[in-house]
């Protein structure tokens, strides 16, 4: 009886394994769309948000503004750029998160070209190369603010910069905490 128990429990283990493949095969061909702002680009990959995205020639580029679209190329992508990212997960999960882009739409909107603006603005000025953007920014008030992560010093700050001007506002958690406490 003790062993058919044990081919009862090996035989079982095969198909849990099965099925895990087939679950992470199906997580494969999800399509997902990342949106947001390119903060790093390196050789063959770009980040936005929290993420690294591997783009090869391969990766078809256009440019539009919720109506129309026009065809673009990779030499047209910038620091800064509002940007949509269709890719397939999962996400390969290292710090940041990794995938493969399949597609990127350079978002060129007079609201998102503004945003990109002010962004890139505050990047030349800070002279910032390796930013990670922390959540989704916030615009209220003629006004972005980001969460950002420095990743060459490891320190998170918040920024709030006029969509106007581009003067911005400096902060992190501890200055926050401190106000907070007073």
């Known amino acids: 009886m003790l062993f058919l128990s044990a081919c009862s429990e090996e035989e079982a283990k095969p198909a849990e394994t099965e099925e895990k493949e087939e679950a992470a095969a199906e997580q494969e061909q999800v399509e997902m769309t990342e949106s947001g702002f390119i903060t790093q680009i390196r050789n063959d990959k770009v980040l936005v948000n929290n993420i690294y995205f591997a783009v090869d020639e391969e990766v078809t580029v256009d440019s539009g503004n919720g109506s129309d679209s026009t065809e673009a190329v990779l030499s047209d992508i910038r620091t800064g750029m509002k940007v949509e990212i269709d890719y397939k997960g999962p996400l390969e999960q290292a710090f940041p998160l990794q995938a493969e882009a399949e597609s990127i739409t350079i978002l060129n909107d007079a609201e998102s070209v503004k945003q990109s603006e002010a962004l890139q603005a505050y990047i030349n000025k800070e002279q910032l190369a390796s930013l990670l ?11 972005i603010g980001f969460l950002f992560n420095n990743m060459d010093t490891g320190k998170m700050q918040e920024v709030r910069i006029d969509l106007d001007t581009h003067e911005y506002t400096e902060g992190n958690e501890e200055d ?7």
């Open 176 to 182: 926050a905490e401190t106000e907070d406490a007073s």
């Open 133 to 143: 953007i922390l959540g989704q920014p916030i615009v209220r008030d003629n006004e």
